[in-house]
């Protein structure tokens, strides 16, 4: 996907300090029941795909590395391929209908790594992804690892798709059966995590071009959890929006002030499109509750640059995971299952879809490890935010055990001020904002206060400049919990801190504006 005009913060390596902190800072899957199948981890009597057939609404495409998605199906999830010898196997389920069979997969991959290169298509369509090829954006995807998103199902071990960037899937409308196409409607939903994303372009989930280039308004129905167009949004994001090429919408415009995101651990995105003049997006929290309508009403009005509409769409039916149809492949996802279908789904399907979607009690620890870099300190452990990646205002920041895909020990440069230090949307604060030794840190809202400036020293410390004092393990502890403070610096370990390569800053050329390269996302000389 390409933005048109609208231009976007790129994150450049600026310095978060000195020397310390930024030098160290296809064969497709059968449908087949067993007639003996055990019932053990079975999921609930009826799939999404149950649900979405129901209402009139066939799915075309499902996708799921954790479960299956029709009560009937008994294929494979996903094919892992080991490094050691370049083996594959499928990864089927436990019972007809039910969970992934992970066993099968830690077994396989026992002693070496693996890879996913095929993730099935559970519809009777066979639309298999592979991983997505070179395009007018990106260089040739890599395959998911398969083991870096352990998750539970109903307590059944799974694992999710981590998709960072240069990791996403594809399959062409060439080779596709029954996707949307020209302006028929198609209805999709997600789950998908709000703790990792970025403001990248763009990890997508749907409909997108037949060749790997943007050929415009409306070539493109696909959902997009993320960061990407925060300027005058509402809240902190992620936001649930449809890329439509040539732009990404939160309603009927790039910012949608009614919609206020979705930044649970799990989410579920919902996007329809009737490919005339209507389009509508859902989200809600894969673990609980109902989905709250963010959008339901016209197309955006308008031209692109080449006088393409959006009304009506122009849709060419390709199946994009993890980037956008020119593969633009710089956003970060983790996706646990979704699907897409033909027609204009009802709010009752989607409510009853969303139902079974919380029936799932999915879970796990983390659920990736989102944009920026981790901040090591005392005893090596890492600065983390009290929770696990919910951390709100006044949530404590302490040390904790370095975990790989934990969203709250990944720390960027916040937008509002190259001085500040942000995660999950917040900065890192001095509370109240005083300048008194042993002042516990905090994550709060980023309001550039003189409480959230920190500035690296030579020595290994990041001084805060206002109260002329140092972030510092408290009493020196370096157990999980140790809650971080400001106290004198005083060059002890208690005050050594490093990453192992530069936070990352956009660079602000005024208010809400960024320093921004001309053109569309083009990675050429002059």
């Known amino acids: 996907m390409t933005v048109g005009s609208r231009p976007r913060c790129r994150r450049v390596a600026a310095a978060l300090g000195l020397v310390p902190l930024v030098a160290s800072l296809l064969s497709g899957p059968s449908m087949a029941v067993a007639a003996d199948a055990a019932p053990a981890a079975a999921a609930a009597a009826n799939g999404p795909c149950d649900i979405y057939g129901a209402g009139g609404t066939p799915c075309v495409a499902a996708y799921s590395p954790a479960r299956a998605l029709y009560a009937a199906y008994n294929g494979p999830l996903y094919q892992v391929r080991r490094a050691s010898d370049g083996a594959t196997r499928d990864i089927g389920l436990l019972s007809v209908g039910g969970y992934a069979n992970a066993a099968q997969q830690d077994a396989f991959c026992a002693g070496t790594s693996c890879v996913i290169p095929i993730v099935y298509d559970q519809s009777p369509n066979h639309n298999d992804l592979t991983p997505a090829p070179a395009g007018e954006q990106g260089a040739a995807n890599a395959p998911a690892n398969a083991?870096?998103?352990?998750?539970?199902?109903?307590?059944?071990?799974?694992?999710?798709?981590?998709?960072?960037?240069?990791?996403?899937?594809?399959?062409?409308?060439?080779?596709?059966?029954?996707?949307?196409?020209?302006?028929?409607?198609?209805?999709?939903?997600?789950?998908?995590?709000?703790?990792?994303?970025?403001?990248?372009?763009?990890?997508?989930?749907?409909?997108?071009?037949?060749?790997?280039?943007?050929?415009?308004?409306?070539?493109?129905?696909?959902?997009?959890?993320?960061?990407?167009?925060?300027?005058?949004?509402?809240?902190?994001?992620?936001?649930?929006?449809?890329?439509?090429?040539?732009?990404?919408?939160?309603?009927?415009?790039?910012?949608?002030?009614?919609?206020?995101?979705?930044?649970?651990?799990?989410?579920?995105?919902?996007?329809?499109?009737?490919?005339?003049?209507?389009?509508?997006?859902?989200?809600?929290?894969?673990?609980?509750?109902?989905?709250?309508?963010?959008?339901?009403?016209?197309?955006p009005d308008g031209t692109d640059r080449w006088g393409n509409t959006w009304k009506p769409m122009h849709l060419e039916g390709s199946v994009g995971l993890g980037a956008g149809g020119d593969n633009s492949n710089r956003g970060t996802q983790s996706f646990f299952e979704g699907v897409m279908t033909t027609g204009y789904a009802s709010d009752a399907t989607e409510n009853a879809v969303q139902a079974n979607i919380v029936a799932q009690n999915y879970d796990g620890k983390s659920t990736g490890g989102g944009p920026g870099r981790t901040i090591v300190g005392p005893g090596g452990k890492c600065v983390d935010v009290a929770g696990d990646d919910t951390g709100g205002n006044l949530a404590s920041v302490q040390l904790w055990d370095c975990q790989a895909f934990a969203a709250d020990q990944r720390w960027i440069g916040s937008a509002y001020s190259s001085g500040t230090l942000n995660t999950l949307g917040r900065c890192l604060d001095v509370a109240g904002n005083v300048t008194t030794a042993g002042t516990r840190v905090e994550l709060y809202d980023c309001n550039g206060v003189a409480g959230q400036q920190w500035i690296p020293q030579s020595d290994g410390s990041i001084k805060n400049p206002a109260s002329g004092l140092c972030l510092d393990a408290t009493d020196g502890n370096t157990a999980n919990g140790t809650p971080l403070r400001i106290w004198t610096c005083n060059g002890a370990a208690a005050q050594k801190f490093s990453v192992t390569t530069p936070i990352l800053y956009p660079v602000t050329g005024g208010p809400a504006k960024c320093v921004d390269v001309a053109g569309d996302d083009l990675n050429v000389n002059n």
């Open 147 to 299: 083991a870096a998103l352990p998750i539970t199902i109903n307590g059944s071990k799974a694992y999710g798709l981590y998709l960072p960037p240069g990791v996403a899937y594809r399959r062409s409308s060439r080779v596709t059966t029954g996707t949307a196409r020209g302006s028929n409607p198609e209805s999709l939903y997600e789950v998908a995590s709000g703790t990792n994303v970025n403001s990248a372009c763009c990890s997508d989930f749907g409909n997108v071009e037949t060749d790997t280039v943007d050929t415009g308004a409306g070539h493109m129905n696909t959902l997009n959890l993320s960061t990407l167009g925060a300027v005058g949004a509402t809240g902190h994001g992620p936001w649930v929006q449809a890329d439509l090429e040539e732009g990404v919408f939160q309603g009927k415009t790039f910012v949608w002030t009614p919609n206020k995101g979705n930044a649970s651990k799990f989410v579920t995105a919902v996007l329809k499109n009737n490919g005339v003049d209507t389009f509508a997006l859902k989200g809600g929290n894969s673990q609980a509750g109902s989905l709250s309508t963010w959008y339901n009403g016209s197309l």
